[in-house]
């Protein structure tokens, strides 16, 4: 199956991943029809909980997400950031007569082997509670006094690793934004909401509770420096654990949300719990006519305001977008996060719409607002579908899109909004601070190891088509994200692309693109040797001259290489502190990727291969890389994208370079 359409991609919600894809995140707002790992008596309810235990008694409960999450790089690296959020109740059927807690778990392992019930949660067993063999990290939340682990009391969070004694605990509350405390009771039976977020670079793990509808406080109830790079693996199983004892209790999930190296996303939308008590008895008829009366009026004076302000904030929505309701957001919503899409709130502009910052009012999430017009005669049923489709897909070096809005001739598409902004702003007209090398470099790695992620190892290629800087954003960890997939386009492994009309951005654009209108993942490969000089050099790929012709960065960067000084090409703002080898390498590859053959450019697995030195770049001369195979036209092809999105080929035409013959049909 083809699609043919212009589409959006970065993060969304995941349902499922294979197992080939690196999963770094995943929310569930409801677990209707989703792909968890569950064992034991754990359970999901025909209205989308999950339900650890249930009326039995001495039994346990597990569910895990079923794709491992990448913690780290390698064996001995430091553990990556993350921040994990999720809804729970307690119910009991002997009021605060309760079994055992529930606890959010990190294992190697979906499988807890050997674990116990009642006040071992689920989690480990008499021999093997308290053994650094175990590699576990929890957050426990215990309804149990428990003598033998050193409980505070029957009503605590605590953060256990390796075993069930806490390495650090609290009694169960929260604090306002006073200060003061205020106790919550774990088996109250009304749902509450947990935060647990570990910072890779302090060592710090916070907890955090509150009930549902109170919102995040500033305050952590728990706070524990602990170096988590020991225990955890490069790969890790992230799930949950409940125990029942004596007492039948339902331990139930409503919501959760998980992420490496960023925010988890909040949720929304829940499934309901299950009503307690006997329903209660309708009193519309103690209520009274002259009540009846005073609110018909009220009701009609709020239907005219409704109208009135129904238009200001009017939507487009169709039937066929019902089943896209969790990815979209309401117009009123992004309004109120950009206060009114005002100018002070805006991040940029470009010819394919102006990017906004704001905050969403209830949940405080910074988000990035792409505001684009659309025809609706271009599909965007479509269009939409494979936002949506493409948009599940998460990895840790790809902008997340959250979800989408349509309002008469515009479509919104909303964005986690990354603190650092874009990579070029680093790069050219005398920017605040610059990357040195290392911060670069790990930019270089981050691009090239998301379009690896893009092109081979999701369900479908995704061709991303406009690789650029500014295309790269930075997080804040400085790490690099490939974001803006407005023009991104996707198709089954095994066929080909079809034809469509050449878009981009002019200096990137592969000759064989620029003649046949397919994008490829060669075609990604191109724009990202384009990227490789960019970011070494710290120029454009077409920069203007006023007293000469325009220079073009490819063109220089050959002519350096054949005169056997290719480092005289680096940007000399990177400083000195640099392995030259590796500039060296990237500079190369650069080239490599320039060819105008296809079938000579390396793929995006081995430029990982190339950047990591797992394999070394053979010689270009080797390769048959000469002026003649390298390409960058200015001319051909583009008079229609140019009068189309005329910011998006803002620069000058190049006169000539090195030899015409070396400027055909390309860049």
Request: charged share 20%; glycine share 8%.
């Amino acid at each position: 199956m083809f699609f043919n359409l212009v589409i959006l991609v970065a993060l969304f919600l995941v349902d499922f991943a294979p197992a080939s894809c690196e999963v770094n995140g995943f929310t569930y707002n409801g677990f209707q029809s989703r792909n968890l790992s569950l064992d034991g008596i754990a359970e999901l309810t025909p209205n989308g909980l999950l339900l650890l235990t249930n009326s039995k008694t001495q039994d346990m409960g597990h569910a895990f997400y079923p794709n491992p999450i990448h913690f780290k790089n390698s064996p001995n690296a430091t553990a990556f950031s993350f921040s994990t959020t999720f809804v729970f109740a307690i119910r009991s059927e002997y009021g605060n007569l309760s079994g055992h807690g529930l606890v959010f778990v990190i294992a190697p392992h979906r499988g807890l082997q050997g674990a116990l019930a009642n006040h071992y949660l689920g989690l480990f067993n008499s021999i093997n509670n308290g053994n650094r063999s175990n590699r576990v990290v929890g957050v426990e939340l215990d309804t149990i006094y428990s003598e033998e682990f050193g409980d505070i009391n029957d009503n605590h969070v605590g953060i256990d690793v390796n075993e069930l004694k806490s390495v650090a605990v609290q009694p169960t509350g929260y604090f306002d934004d006073t200060g003061s405390f205020h106790n919550l009771t774990l088996v109250s039976g009304q749902p509450m909401q947990v935060w647990v977020d570990y910072d890779g670079r302090t060592k710090q793990i916070n907890v955090t509770i509150a009930p549902l509808l109170v919102g995040k406080p500033v305050r952590p109830l728990v706070s524990l420096k602990y170096d988590l790079s020991p225990i955890l693996d490069q790969n890790m199983y992230v799930g949950f654990s409940s125990s029942t004892g004596s007492v039948p209790t339902h331990h139930y999930i409503l919501g959760w949300s998980f992420k490496t190296n960023g925010k988890a996303q909040e949720l929304s939308q829940l499934p309901n719990l299950p009503r307690l008590g006997p329903k209660e008895t309708s009193r519309f008829v103690t209520i009274g006519l002259p009540v009846i009366s005073l609110l018909s009026l009220v009701a009609a004076t709020s239907v005219v305001v409704y109208y009135v302000r129904r238009k200001k904030y009017e939507e487009l929505l169709e039937d066929w977008e019902r089943e896209y309701r969790p990815q979209r957001f309401k117009y009123k919503d992004l309004y109120t996060a950009t206060k009114g899409f005002r100018e002070k709130e805006l991040l940029g502009a470009g010819g394919f719409g102006k990017v906004y910052k704001g905050v969403m009012p209830i949940t405080k999430l910074e988000i990035a607002v792409k505001k684009i017009s659309h025809e609706s005669r271009q599909g965007m049923k479509e269009f939409v579908s494979e936002i949506v489709s493409i948009g599940r897909i998460q990895h840790r070096n790809i902008v997340p899109l959250l979800g989408y809005c349509r309002r008469k001739g515009e479509l919104l598409l909303v964005y986690e909004f990354m603190s650092n902004g874009s990579l070029d702003k680093y790069l050219y007209d005398q920017p605040r601070f610059t990357l040195d090398w290392n911060q670069r470099f790990r930019v270089i790695r981050g691009v090239a190891s998301g379009l690896f992620f893009l092109h081979e190892e999701c369900d479908h290629i995704v061709v991303h088509r406009d690789v650029k800087a500014s295309n790269v954003l930075l997080d804040g960890e400085l790490n690099g994200r490939l974001g803006d997939f407005g023009l991104a386009r996707l198709y089954s492994h095994g066929t080909d692309p079809q034809s469509t009309r050449v878009v981009g951005t002019l200096g990137y654009l592969a000759p064989e693109h620029t003649r046949t209108g397919r994008a490829t993942p060669s075609s990604d490969v191109f724009s990202f040797g384009a990227f490789l000089l960019e970011v070494a050099c710290g120029k454009r790929p077409i920069e203007s001259r006023q007293d000469s012709d325009d220079l073009i960065l490819v063109d220089w960067v050959f002519s350096c290489w054949n005169r056997g000084n290719i480092l005289e090409a680096v940007d000399p703002n990177i400083g000195i502190d640099f392995v030259p080898e590796q500039v060296d390498l990237v500079l190369r590859l650069g080239l490599f990727c320039s060819h105008s053959e296809p079938s000579f450019r390396p793929t995006m697995r081995q430029n990982l291969l190339f950047l990591d030195g797992v394999v070394a770049l053979p010689e270009l001369s080797a390769l048959g890389v000469s002026s003649a195979g390298l390409t960058f036209d200015h001319r051909g092809g583009f008079d229609d994208f140019v009068k189309s999105y005329p910011s998006s080929a803002n620069v000058h035409s190049p006169s000539s370079s090195v030899a015409d013959s070396f400027l055909s049909n390309g860049r």
